[in-house]
């Protein structure tokens, strides 16, 4: 089973560069988005098997509220990628119900570990 994956990034180039090393290891990204509100709003309508969250983000929303909105209706599993590595940013995203949080620029290792992740966890859903 192939995840169905979404990437919430506000800065294209580091979106479009995550989807294209995902693509590289065989996965596909349903739809990129900018703002928390954005995917919120999509996860309720579509089926989504992973979010992979930069925490600060354009709109109102940021990566943290959005992955506890998501949370609270869907078995989404919640990946944060972000660059603010400060203590009080951490402590906050392992609060919410998460599978991993990563630290940007990431290594070939560090996605690796990744989709180890979402290998893992897709593997836990039963079959559609």
């Known amino acids: 089973m192939s995840a169905?994956?979404?990437?919430?990034?506000?800065?294209?180039?580091?979106?479009?560069?995550?989807?294209?090393m995902l693509e590289k290891r065989g996965y596909s990204v349903l739809e990129s988005f900018d703002q928390g509100e954005d995917v919120i709003d999509y996860v309720k309508g579509k089926k989504v098997?992973?979010?992979l969250l930069d925490i600060y983000l354009?709109?109102?929303?940021?990566g943290?509220?959005?992955?506890?909105?998501?949370?609270?209706?869907?078995?989404t599993v919640i990946?944060?990628?972000?660059?603010?590595?400060?203590r009080?940013?951490?402590?906050m995203a392992l609060e919410t119900r998460q599978a991993g949080y990563?630290?940007?620029?990431?290594?070939?290792?560090?996605l690796d570990e990744i989709c180890?992740?979402?290998?893992?966890?897709?593997?836990?859903?039963p079959p559609e």
Not at 58 to 62: I, S
Not at 64 to 75: T, V
Not at 79 to 86: G, K, M, R, V
Not at 88 to 91: I, L
């Open 4 to 20: 169905k994956i979404v990437l919430v990034e506000d800065e294209k180039i580091i979106s479009l560069l995550l989807t294209k």
């Open 49 to 51: 098997d992973v979010a």
């Open 58 to 62: 354009k709109g109102k929303v940021n």
């Open 64 to 75: 943290i509220e959005a992955a506890k909105q998501i949370n609270s209706f869907s078995d």
């Open 79 to 86: 990946i944060f990628l972000t660059a603010n590595t400060d």
């Open 88 to 91: 009080a940013t951490k402590e």
């Open 102 to 110: 990563f630290e940007k620029p990431l290594s070939d290792a560090e």
């Open 116 to 125: 180890e992740i979402i290998e893992t966890e897709m593997s836990k859903k």
